[in-house]
DNA sequence: CCAAGTGTACTGGTCAGACCAGTTGTTTCG
DNA sequence: CGAAACAACTGGTCTGACCAGTACACTTGG
């Protein structure tokens, strides 16, 4: 299988990064899984045998990538945490501040996610899942009048309930994440002009449509319906140049 | 706006992420931009009224975030780094690594993302992109007698060059890492059975047909097709319980 | 005068040892 | 037996030091 001796470049691996690089893997491949303990810094300098700085270096780069937790005076040691979808968000959320993602790239991305979720949680809702649903379309309906605080929570609120619905949690994270991005950015952007009533009544009629065709379970309806609303909703905010692609996502097949 | 004196949960903030904040906010706000240097670390102890190890272990986690690069020797200080999708890449594949989805989520969210791409590839795609598929094919073609590793490269490779044809970062990235972990599992599973001929054969008139859609700017018919392909090609190892969203998410609307 | 080599003053990477505030589990005392 | 005091840890931070690199100004030989 080795036709030639390949030379490969190299750069140098500071001793941080090697343990960041051990631990790391040993979670990867369930040796070390969620609940379990690190030993103490002051044992790990030993085990590595580097010192503690050099422990601690390491021990914050996994902390800020979710995957360990450390408490001061835990004598059991930094805690192995469940891998949590913040990461994800905090990484897409910068990628589109910095404008590296465009935002029809995002507004793209979350016509898909927010289709198929749709589609799925026709199938898949449970009989609870869907009172929750209807739940929350009420509130929306009743708040519509107050604040729109209350309103937008009602309506985060029966979207992340679709998701839920869709029993796909890889759709429910990344959708949760590229909503969180959005919202982020359309706030910075029409900044303290929230929902206006218009606003609010078209988003309400809207969800109410989605509400139905979750409940008659007719799932290619649901799915279609969210994909164009996510498109109406966001599509003037779109430079006209990049909406085509959108519009071929809307109408999958004819 | 103050309705009410609202307490809120706190959590201590240890001195390294008050500047692991700063500075982070200091880019988002566009107060340092790529290619900017932050003062060395000697000098940021004093801004920031702490000791090096502390200043050290916020550069390390900037740098774990693709934020900034440190390197040695360099008397003008660590570098703003360009965003790049880099870390995305890598929060999307520990998630989906993780092991807490199931193989038919992972199948549902590739059909999505393999059919919306494909979709917008056939819109969004460069001549030069589409030459690149067209070799990509014929490389699977001529070398479907040879190695199965040649020919899944060149499988690889076609795909690859859709996912960019996209136009879209993050599908791209999400794709990646869907692939990636599918192909683990399946490794995983099927272990040391690699692509049979008729598995190939298979593959190569999928890819073919979807070029042809492609090449062809039909940008409904190339996600159907997709969607259908990556149904047909893992449908089996799904458990049968799980089938039902796959087949709906294959046909989104009649 | 210029090019090539030399120095030097910085940089980050790592280490050793220390102190503090906090948690936990045990021990002691009422 | 319960509650308060204790001891043995934990992580968070600081000080001060050394090394191997880099960049840039400075010599020095042509």
């Not at 009048?145 to 992340?160: K, L």
């Not at 929902?195 to 969800?207: I, R, Y």
């Amino acid at each position: 299988m080795t036709d030639k001796t390949e030379f490969v470049a190299v750069k140098p691996v500071r001793a941080y990064e090697a343990i960041v690089e051990q631990i790391e893997q040993a979670i990867a491949t369930r040796q070390l899984n969620p609940g379990d303990r690190l030993p103490s810094e002051r044992d790990l300098m030993g085990t590595f045998a580097v010192s503690r700085a050099t422990v601690r270096e390491a021990l914050r780069v996994l902390e800020s990538g979710g995957l360990v937790r450390s408490r001061p005076g835990d004598p059991r040691g930094p805690e192995i945490l469940q891998a949590s979808p913040a990461t994800l968000h905090k990484a897409m959320n910068r990628l589109v501040r910095s404008g590296t993602i465009k935002l029809s790239e995002l507004v793209e991305f979350r016509v898909m996610l927010e289709g198929a979720s749709c589609t799925l949680a026709a199938e898949h809702r449970t009989p609870e899942q869907l009172e929750v649903m209807r739940t929350a379309v009420e509130a929306m309906e009743s708040s519509i009048a107050g604040g729109s605080a209350a309103f937008s929570q009602a309506d985060v609120e029966f979207h992340a309930t679709v998701w839920e619905a869709s029993h796909n949690q890889l759709m429910q994270i990344c959708g949760d994440a590229a909503r969180g991005a959005l919202v982020d950015l359309v706030n910075d952007r029409i900044d303290s002009a929230p929902d206006s009533g218009a606003q609010m009544k078209l988003s309400l009629a809207h969800d109410y449509e989605i509400f139905n065709a979750i409940e008659a379970q007719d799932g290619a309806r649901a799915g279609q319906l969210a994909r164009t609303f996510v498109i109406e909703y966001y599509g003037d905010m779109i430079e006209h140049g990049d909406r085509n692609g959108l519009a071929l996502l809307g109408v999958p097949s004819e």
